[in-house]
């Protein structure tokens, strides 16, 4: 069964900074990695995917994906009071019917 | 902009009650889902469904049931309501592998 891990659970920065957010998964058969994005009291959003090894940009926003390593992460750069909010990672591997979602990583941005 | 639509927003109930969650999504998709997330903010899939197919995650107790009219609603039944049962039920959909859009909430308390 997939067992899918965030690290770490909170995270306190300041306006302009730059944060990593990392996800480990344990299904070296999983195909589809996603970063949703919550706001407190609202629904999850979608934010970022990527489906094969490497490096996505856009905007603020990169996901890196190493399969190798069971491990991706989302790094965003001149990080705004509007990012503050719960950071989700998502992982399946065929479509979103077994998608598995992290516990989340707090993150508040201090103007 | 919404259009995965949540009815009720919120609903308190005493244990051994029976309650309904309605869902209805506009965008032409053909998967729905039902999670639930807890108090500790972990989302858990509990069903997925589409044109073809229902999808039970095994951990999901028995008492609970989705329910389907066609494909642009999904709704979810509780026979018999359980204090472990308070939390925050979210329903999404997709189409296929690509991201899902979540609906805003019913948040059930159990007394």
């Known amino acids: 069964q997939q067992n899918v891990q965030q690290s770490p659970e909170s995270l306190i920065v300041p306006e302009g900074a730059r944060t990593s957010l990392n996800c480990t998964f344990s299904d070296s058969a999983s195909q589809y990695f996603w970063w949703y994005r919550q706001h407190s009291g609202k629904a999850p959003k979608a934010l970022m995917?990527?489906?094969?090894?490497g490096e996505k940009e856009e905007g603020r926003f990169t996901i890196h994906l190493n399969k190798a390593s069971l491990h991706f992460s989302l790094h965003i750069r001149d990080s705004q009071p509007s990012d503050s909010a719960l950071y989700l990672c998502?992982?399946?591997?065929?479509?979103?019917?077994?998608?598995?979602f992290g516990a989340g990583t707090k993150l508040t941005i201090k103007p | 902009e919404t259009a995965v639509f949540q009815t009720p927003n919120y609903h308190v109930t005493q244990v051994g009650n029976e309650v309904s969650f309605n869902c209805k999504q506009t965008?032409?998709?053909?998967?729905m889902y039902w999670y639930k997330q807890d108090s500790k903010k972990l989302l858990k899939i509990m069903f997925s469904?589409?044109?073809?197919?229902?999808?039970v995650n095994e951990t999901v107790p028995r008492r609970f049931s989705p329910q389907s009219s066609d494909k642009a609603h999904l709704n979810l039944r509780i026979k018999s309501v359980e204090p472990e049962d308070s939390a925050v039920y979210l329903c999404?959909?997709?189409?296929?592998?690509?991201?899902?859009?979540f609906g805003p909430g019913t948040r059930l308390t159990v007394l």
């Open positions: 998502a992982v399946s591997d065929y479509g979103n019917e077994k998608i598995t």
């Open positions: 469904y589409n044109n073809k197919q229902l999808i």
């Open positions: 995917s990527i489906f094969s090894n």
């Open positions: 965008l032409g998709h053909d998967t």
């Open positions: 999404a959909s997709s189409s296929d592998i690509y991201e899902q859009y």
